[in-house]
């Protein structure tokens, strides 16, 4: 489970630096790739099978489903994290996310979620501005 909130460089070469705290769990690899809300997303190996699955499931009738398997596997890339425990974020993938050389590296439980530290402040921000509203929606989700 990913849990936590991290500030990490990313260098020249589009390198970033796992969080140590991660390193044992993605030692066998990672897979990043698009995510929601003008994030990355980067899984275990386990964990992006698991997910390949299910969007390759969707049914190839439905416009959104076929939209989202294009979306989710034309960004999927899968690396080994190097000695120093850094892995490529493609050139594509930053620029999808606006990073440049600083990300926030968010848990997400079963994913990390990797942000331009102004997309990620204006994230935090959109939950905490109308907490009532915020509050209405849990409350709909059973939380």
């Avoid at 066998?28 to 929601?36: A, C, E, K, P, R």
């Avoid at 049914?59 to 994290?81: D, H, L, Q, T, V």
Wanted: proline share 4%.
């Amino acid at each position: 489970m990913f849990f936590g909130e991290f500030e990490h460089s990313v260098d020249s070469k589009g390198r970033l630096t796992i969080p140590s705290k991660f390193k044992d769990e993605l030692a066998s690899g990672i897979v990043i790739t698009h995510g929601l809300d003008g994030c990355l997303w980067a899984f275990t190996k386990d964990e992006w099978v698991k997910v390949a699955q299910k969007i390759a499931a969707l049914p190839n009738s439905n416009e959104s489903a076929r939209k989202f398997k294009r979306y989710m596997f034309s960004g999927a890339s899968e690396y080994i994290p190097d000695r120093n425990g850094r892995v490529i974020i493609p050139q594509k993938l930053r620029e999808h996310a606006e990073i440049s050389n600083e990300v926030v590296i968010a848990g997400a439980m079963d994913k990390l979620e990797i942000w331009a530290p102004h997309r990620w402040s204006a994230e935090q921000n959109s939950v905490t501005e109308d907490p009532e509203a915020l509050i209405a929606q849990l409350d709909n989700l059973g939380i």
